[in-house]
């Protein structure tokens, strides 16, 4: 079998950021990497499921609603995907820089985190997403669109 593309990227040069990983015909995956590959510090799945919560109804919910494909978090717990179509870098970066500081601002009943709405419910840490959402937000903040690729 061929390789898939994600697994050609050298994790080993990676650092917090947004990057543009993949194009497919008109969709575009950005690669929001929370935590740095391989050095110990990943996103509990308590945050990272919360955060998948909250960063998919706020985008679904906002001015470019009509873009997001998919949100959605990496397994290795580094980050999250988001899948757009016809947004620029540069509101692909304004929409993820909102996203996080509606995230790390939250507060209230994370959305979807029910029986009848989600299969792991219970898996939810609220205070974790805030700070890890906080805690990303000066990266995103000091991208520009320009940066935004591998």
Not at 7 to 30: A, E, I, N, P
């Amino acid at each position: 079998m061929e390789r898939i593309a994600s697994f050609c990227v050298d994790h080993t040069k990676l650092d917090r950021g947004m990057y543009l990983s993949r194009q497919d015909g008109d969709v575009l995956t950005w690669d929001i990497r929370m935590k740095r590959p391989n050095h110990g510090d990943y996103l509990s799945t308590g945050a990272a499921h919360t955060l998948e919560h909250l960063f998919a109804t706020y985008a679904r919910n906002s001015a470019f609603q009509d873009s997001v494909i998919y949100v959605g978090p990496m397994g290795c717990r580094t980050g999250f995907y988001l899948l757009t179509r016809g947004l620029t870098p540069a509101e692909a970066l304004e929409l993820t820089v909102e996203s996080f500081r509606f995230m790390a601002g939250f507060e209230g009943a994370v959305p979807g985190a029910s029986e009848v709405e989600c299969g792991n419910y219970r898996d939810m840490d609220l205070p974790a997403a805030k700070a890890e959402a906080a805690a990303m937000l000066p990266v995103l903040e000091a991208l520009t669109g320009d940066e935004l690729h591998y």
